[in-house]
């Protein structure tokens, strides 16, 4: 669907290799991917290397060479299946937990690319010539170990779609996001006031915007060194954050706090 004024732009085209395409019915008909995909801003398309298979079992994996538990996905249907749909546009990754892990950096560094080749995994891996001679990155999700690499497609794709302009209907929600700014998000409050006993801080009924701002901007800061302090390294901080962080967390350290509040 689209409207007058909506920018015209080549969407980002997803091929997704799995063995199982079926795991693909129903995620990305909601919420921003469905959005996106109805806008022409992202196309999703399935490849199953089953359908490249030549024998009569259409075999897909086999015993690894040198013995050892659980199979291991042939090089040939893989090849095929992405050989059937790569143009010198394409770039081609490996879904597997050896992979770099994808963040919201790759997010947006993926948007960008006009075509996406996303190779789901499965078994005990795939045969080594796939990532010696077909990808060029191999990405992994977080360090846990998946049945495979459609879980970790449906992620990846999820996280794209939400961030192509059109796709999510307040852009400043995205662009205030988590990881946005390099820093967890503040606590969200709706009606009613107050719940179970439970109210909400004064200063976001106050009609002072900076000193809401301010407020988020703090919360923020908490969370992130509390919860994610690897992140807060990262995160560019001003002299003012500097010295709140200080100022806080000092005294929350002196007093041997260990909970949130
Ligand atoms: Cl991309 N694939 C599999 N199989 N497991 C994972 C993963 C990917 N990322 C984290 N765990």
């Not at 794709?157 to 852009?171: C, F, K, S, T």
């Not at 390294?233 to 200080?246: H, I």
Request: neutral net charge; aromatic residues 6%; charged residues 25%.
């Amino acid at each position: 669907m689209s409207a007058p004024g909506d920018a015209v732009k080549t969407p980002v085209k997803v091929h997704i290799v799995t063995i199982f395409p079926e795991f693909f019915n129903g995620p990305f008909d909601c919420g921003p991917t469905r959005i996106a995909r109805e806008k022409g801003l992202l196309e999703i398309n399935l490849v199953n290397p089953r359908d490249f298979t030549t024998d009569a079992h259409r075999t897909v994996d086999d015993y690894p060479f040198g013995g050892g538990a659980g199979m291991v996905m042939k090089p040939e249907p893989i090849f095929l299946a992405v050989e059937s749909v790569r143009t010198p546009a394409s770039r081609v990754i490996l879904l597997s937990p050896q992979g770099e892990r994808f963040n919201q950096d790759t997010a947006h560094r993926f948007k960008q690319l006009p075509h996406l080749i996303l190779i789901c995994g499965r078994y005990k891996g795939v045969d080594e010539r796939v990532r010696t001679m077909l990808i060029d990155e191999e990405v992994s999700i977080g360090d846990y170990v998946l049945a495979g690499g459609e879980a970790a497609a449906v992620v990846i794709v999820e996280a794209i779609a939400r961030l192509l302009p059109g796709a999510v209907g307040d852009e400043d929600s995205v662009a205030t996001d988590s990881f946005a700014q390099g820093l967890l998000d503040a606590p969200v409050y709706t009606r009613p006031r107050e719940f179970r006993g439970a109210t909400v801080p004064e200063v976001l009924f106050s009609g002072n915007h900076a000193a809401v701002a301010t407020w988020r901007r703090q919360q923020a800061l908490l969370a992130t060194a509390r919860r994610r302090p690897d992140l807060l390294q990262k995160a560019t901080l001003t002299p003012l954050d500097r010295e709140f962080l200080q100022k806080t967390l000092g005294k929350e350290a002196s007093n041997g706090s260990q909970n949130e509040k």
